[in-house]
């Protein structure tokens, strides 16, 4: 299209890695993580007001090493590559695509092949090497950062993205098959 980009041009496919299962994992880890986070605090402090009262309390003492430490944990935030493996495993090496469609996200990946609604999705999150489409707190599709061709292209998908979640799929001028350049 000239001066435009069709949104079904919007296609990518990659490779997933250990690396991408592991990210993803960590990401659907988060609440947990923050729940850790806060008995820790909780952990901690009861375990100061247990030695504030019986000094000689080894309860008490257990809780004020143990608060931190599962503060510690929760932020560190550590998903085990050796248990994504044992989970997820076979998928290393899968061929994966995702294509941003009118109706939709358009996915197949081995095993598992659909449409994600516009109208489902409420937003994306995402860090130095992946893409998350979320619904809520969930993420519904993964994609690599490696997977979009540079900078450029990954500011073209998240606008794509951000047009049609916010116009629930409806058509829209930026939405509907063009894309300002």
Not at 105 to 131: C, H, N, V, Y
């Amino acid at each position: 299209m000239a001066g435009g980009l069709d949104l079904n041009a919007l296609s990518y496919r990659f490779t997933l890695t250990e690396r991408d299962l592991v990210d993803a994992a960590r990401l659907s880890a988060q609440p947990l993580f923050r729940l850790v986070a806060v008995l820790g605090a909780i952990l901690f402090v009861v375990g100061l007001l247990l030695l504030l009262a019986r000094p000689d309390s080894t309860v008490g003492l257990a809780a004020i090493i143990a608060g931190p430490i599962a503060i510690l944990a929760a932020r560190i935030g550590y998903v085990s590559a050796w248990a994504v493996r044992r989970r997820a495993g076979r998928l290393v090496g899968a061929e994966c695509e995702l294509i941003v469609a009118d109706e939709g996200l358009r996915f197949t990946q081995p095993g598992i092949s659909g449409t994600i609604e516009w109208s489902a999705l409420t937003g994306t999150k995402e860090d130095d090497r992946m893409l998350f489409f979320m619904q809520g707190g969930v993420h519904r599709f993964g994609l690599p950062k490696r997977a979009v061709g540079g900078p450029e292209d990954l500011d073209r998908l998240r606008q794509a993205v951000r047009d049609r979640i916010a116009s629930g799929g409806q058509s829209s001028p930026t939405a509907s098959g063009t894309l300002p350049r």
